[in-house]
């Protein structure tokens, strides 16, 4: 069954996912300042045994004086650390006084660097000079004192002034963010957020065979809206659109916005709301342009491309608002072209039969009027229906968009007047197929035709098989349905026909389609006898398939 994504739900409240109450992420707990541990001296290293050459005899041992005066040294060196420590944490404590606001923000940091430089300094004892003896000689291979002290006093000496540097940086970062306005507010534009770079279109470096969705996706994403409509009874729905001008004109689907009370409502893809008034709809092709009443002089309107050039296999992307989930990129290829697609009217209107351009990418409810993109960013359609096995069964891989080629024929129609006009041949239509030249291809039966219609004046005549039209391959009476109502009304047509086993081309020229033309034109396929009829005039004894076939084939009409 071929259904609009908005039909796919029973109600709205079933198609916003939102409905549906969520859980929020659970509270992430407060963060706590770094605990503040008192520093301790590191204990003095044991005195390092001269080194050793294995040619030479070792050192002789210093004299016990020389040791006591070398841990005399030590000790005082500790005690000045210890007095240095709490000079240090004196001087923390005066600060956050003065600083209550940013100590617990900074105290961690400043501490981490100055023990850093403490550690480093300690580990580098002062080198204490060895007085040797009157007499005593030098044992060949010692190592001088002073080329010890070269090694670590440039270490030092480097991890000293990184501290300085990073305590200056830090105060000067503290002072910075309590000083002044910065710290509590900054000027802002609620008009900005959201917004990013828009990358040109046809994007570079992205193609059919090597596409480039991520760069597609950010160049085309300020195109499209998300579209909320209210209707009279309480309800509403929801669907997609996109920016065709810088006027603020919006392309989207009529099943989307006919049932709209009044205005509709629009979202841009960075978040801002805005008011838009229809401008026009055409129930016969599915389509309708709103127009937005304040238009902004940001916005990014689309780039139309050529749906003549669509192939069967080409990567193609769609973006929509389903299920209510704005901005959702989906991708996929074009699974067929020209296919003929038929959704009913609503209300037991006319409905819509359109030659769609066939794809495998996702589209749900709410996807309805937007685009789909080929590779380069240009829009080639306009997502409309599903197909599907029941309401509630969502996508199945296969989606239909109308060509933008349709498209762009009805939406300026509707911009210029609010109406469109459509091409009109004046036949009743059935399926069926013929045979000529060795050859039997399937096509659209003439059953009748329209005194002083397009048909009439070309001369076809009633049995004749219509199989080609400008050279397209015509697979039933829906299938030139959706060719004629794609032309534009004046257009020149050849027609390719099969009479009494012989093939033959005419030339049609098309006419615009009375608006009471459903009532003239008699039911495609003729009316099987009342005794085949139930009393609602729906034939009995058909399968659900023979009657879908059946129910197609009414509104089949050129």
């Known amino acids: 069954m071929t259904t609009t994504p908005e039909n796919g739900a029973s109600n709205a409240a079933d198609q916003n996912p939102q409905t549906h109450p969520t859980q929020p992420l659970p509270p992430v707990g407060a963060t706590q300042p770094l605990p503040v541990h008192q520093t301790q001296p590191l204990p003095a290293a044991p005195a390092q045994a001269h080194p050793t050459n294995p040619f030479t005899p070792p050192h002789p041992a210093a004299p016990a004086d020389q040791r006591a005066a070398y841990e005399a040294a030590q000790r005082a060196a500790a005690q000045q650390h210890a007095v240095a420590q709490q000079q240090y944490a004196a001087a923390q404590q005066q600060y956050a006084a003065q600083q209550p606001v940013h100590t617990d923000q900074f105290e961690a940091v400043r501490r ?31 190592v001088p004192t002073q080329r010890r002290r070269s090694i670590w006093l440039p270490v030092t000496g480097a991890a000293a002034a990184a501290a300085i540097v990073a ?7 503290t002072h910075s963010l309590s000083d002044g306005p910065a710290s509590d507010e900054r000027p802002a534009s609620l008009a900005e957020i959201g917004q990013s770079s828009n990358d040109t279109v046809p994007v570079a470096g992205s193609t059919s065979e090597d596409p480039n969705w991520e760069a597609v996706a950010k160049a085309v994403q300020q195109s499209v809206v998300a579209i909320q409509v209210s209707s009279g009874n309480g309800g509403g729905s929801q669907g997609s659109g996109v920016i065709i001008d810088d ?40 389509l309708a342009v709103i127009k937005l009443k304040d238009v902004p002089d940001d916005l990014k309107p689309s780039a139309l491309g050529d749906s003549s050039e669509v192939i069967v296999g080409q990567p193609v992307m769609a973006v929509g608002n389903p299920l209510g989930l704005a901005n959702t990129v989906t991708t996929g290829i074009v699974s067929a072209v020209d296919r003929p697609v038929s959704t009913a009217g609503d209300g037991g209107g006319e409905g819509t039969v359109t030659n769609a351009i066939q794809i ?15 590779a380069s960013g240009k829009v080639i359609g306009i997502n409309s229906s599903i197909a ?3 309401s509630e069964s969502g996508s199945i891989g296969l989606g239909f968009a109308i060509p933008v080629d349709l498209v762009k024929n009805i939406a300026a129609q509707l911009v210029e007047d609010g109406t469109a006009e ?38 076809l005549q009633v049995k004749d098989t219509i199989v080609a039209i400008d050279g397209k391959a015509v697979g039933g009476a829906e299938s030139l349905t959706a ?19 012989k093939t033959l081309e005419v030339d049609v020229t098309l006419a615009t389609r009375p608006e009471n033309v459903q009532q003239e034109q008699p039911q495609q396929g003729g009316q099987a006898p009342d005794d085949q009829q139930g009393g609602s005039g729906i034939p009995d004894g058909m399968t659900p398939e023979q009657l879908w076939e059946w129910f197609q084939q009414q509104g089949g009409q050129g």
């Open 247 to 286: 006027e603020g004109h919006i392309v989207t689907n009529n099943h989307v916005v006919a049932g709209a009370d009044g205005d509709v409502q629009v979202t841009l893809t960075d978040g801002r709301l805005f008011e838009a008034s229809i401008v026009g709809l055409d129930p016969t092709t599915d």
């Open 112 to 142: 981490a660097q100055w023990e850093a430089a403490q550690r480093a300094a300690t580990h580098a004892p002062a080198a204490q000079p060895q007085p040797v003896l009157a007499g005593q000689p030098t044992p060949q291979g010692d």
């Open 422 to 459: 459509h091409a009109f041949l004046g036949v009743g239509l059935s399926d069926g197929t013929a045979s000529a030249d060795g050859v039997t291809r399937r096509g659209a039966v003439v059953e009748s035709v329209s005194d002083g219609s397009p048909a009439a004046k070309a001369e």
């Open 388 to 390: 599907t096995l029941s």
């Open 360 to 374: 495998d990418a996702a589209v749900n409810p709410g996807n309805s009027g937007g685009p789909l993109f080929d």
């Open 167 to 173: 305590a200056v940086a830090t105060a000067g970062l």
């Open 483 to 501: 060719y004629v109502r794609a032309l534009a009304s004046g257009a020149d047509s050849t027609l390719t026909v099969v009479r009494d086993g």
